[in-house]
């Protein structure tokens, strides 16, 4: 079975923090892809990042960075200088092999950003 | 190019009752899912489609029922709501391949009373 745990479900920072979001997953598939969705108040998804599990490269996108880890089956998420515009849920998700289109979320952590 | 689109976006619907949310998608791509968003539970997998005239149930399937006719649509039936079925729902559709990337339409907030 699949799994996705966000242990955290609430975080609350001041503007400027640094904030890490965790994400373990579990799965005994070989191939599988971990995604990381945003959605604001305004309730859509928004698609953030996707990792395959062949790529255990670090990226950074401006004040986003994702650090994925096979050794200890995580995929954090960091925001450097958080921001307001930063407040809102965050998901992760796993997609394993088999052809199917299942995608698996964590509960969700809600980001909320101080002025 | 519109996306994933979905319709009404909110609805509010009495116990019983019957209702279809729509979900259309003009990007061409074979798999389409419907999810909903409950309270500290995260987003779960209803039903999807790997393609025309394929369904198949996902994690929570009871209550509801899809089928897809087309590539473009993938409409999710109520068949008599419960009061458990307030929620946000979600379609998304994907590529059958590489990269996976699921786009979501923008939700459905449905109020059973």
């Known amino acids: 079975a699949q799994k996705v745990t966000q242990a955290q479900t609430e975080i609350s920072v001041v503007e400027k923090e640094d904030v890490t979001l965790d994400c373990v997953y579990e799965?005994?598939?070989?191939?599988?892809?971990l995604f990381w969705y945003k959605q604001p108040p305004s309730g859509e998804l928004v698609f953030l990042i996707r990792?395959?599990?062949?790529?255990?490269q670090n990226e950074i996108s401006g004040r986003y960075s994702w650090n994925f880890q096979k050794s200890t089956s995580s995929f954090n998420f960091t925001i450097t200088a958080s921001q307001v515009v930063d407040s809102a849920v965050y998901f992760c998700?796993?997609?394993?092999?088999?052809?199917?289109?299942?995608?698996?979320f964590g509960k969700g952590m809600k980001l909320t950003v101080n002025p | 190019n519109a996306g994933v689109t979905q319709t009404p976006k909110f609805q509010v619907l009495k116990t019983g009752q019957s209702m279809t949310l729509q979900c259309a998608q003009d990007?061409?791509?074979?798999?389409m899912s419907w999810y909903r968003q409950d309270p500290g539970m995260g987003l779960r997998l209803i039903h999807y489609?790997?393609?025309?005239?394929?369904?198949d149930q996902g994690e929570v399937p009871n209550g509801y029922n899809v089928s897809r006719s087309t590539t473009e649509d993938f409409p999710l039936r109520l068949l008599s709501a419960a009061p458990s079925q307030t929620s946000v729902y979600f379609c998304?559709?994907?590529?059958?391949?590489?990269?996976?990337?699921?786009?979501f339409g923008p939700g459905t907030r449905l109020t059973v009373t």
């Open positions: 990792r395959n599990s062949f790529d255990e």
């Open positions: 799965t005994r598939d070989t191939t599988y892809y």
């Open positions: 998304a559709s994907s590529t059958s391949g590489n990269p996976y990337e699921q786009y």
């Open positions: 990007m061409n791509h074979e798999y």
């Open positions: 998700a796993l997609r394993g092999q088999g052809g199917s289109e299942k995608l698996v």
């Open positions: 489609s790997v393609g025309a005239g394929i369904t």
